[in-house]
């Protein structure tokens, strides 16, 4: 059996994260959306008000995974959740037991703090994530649209 390791990932780990975004974005066919810097990633990740939190997933003591997540919250719960911003394994990773692992301890670490839900949200082509999802038992919130405003419609609307 492969040996899989999930650990907090630490100030340490920020070019690392990065550079999994990176193939991230390149994956998801994003990349011109990406402009995180490793300083934004440690001030956001490690500065003094930061609620965000990160994984990073070994398979033989080799980086290949990362996840970063943080807690939203349920008025119909009244209960906190934990919102997975971002999941990637490495292509020569996957399969292995690297996703399901973190998803374990995260699953874990939501019934530790009390969560009342574990949530993401995943890319309607990505049939392999879809699937094993799926096979996790996760359920698809299909009458549900996600609304996003970036940019020059976030700033006019806040001003």
């Not at 879809?130 to 006019?156: C, N, Q």
Request: with cysteine.
């Amino acid at each position: 059996m492969s040996e899989i390791i999930i650990k907090v990932a630490n100030e340490n780990d920020v070019p690392l994260i990065l550079s999994l975004i990176k193939e991230l974005a390149e994956y998801e066919k994003l990349t011109h959306e990406v402009v995180a810097t490793e300083d934004m990633l440690r001030e956001t990740l490690f500065g003094h008000k930061s609620n965000i939190e990160a994984l990073v997933g070994y398979l033989h003591d080799k980086p290949v995974a990362f996840a970063l997540y943080f807690h939203n919250f349920s008025t119909f719960l009244g209960r906190k959740g934990i919102y997975l911003e971002d999941l990637y394994v490495k292509p020569e990773a996957r399969g292995k037991g690297v996703g399901q692992k973190i998803l374990v301890h995260l699953a874990r670490l939501a019934k530790e703090r009390g969560c009342g839900r574990l949530e993401w949200s995943v890319l309607d082509w990505n049939t392999p994530a879809i699937e094993f999802y799926k096979k996790i038992g996760a359920k698809p919130m299909d009458e549900w649209t996600v609304y996003r405003l970036t940019g020059d419609a976030l700033d006019e609307l806040a001003s």
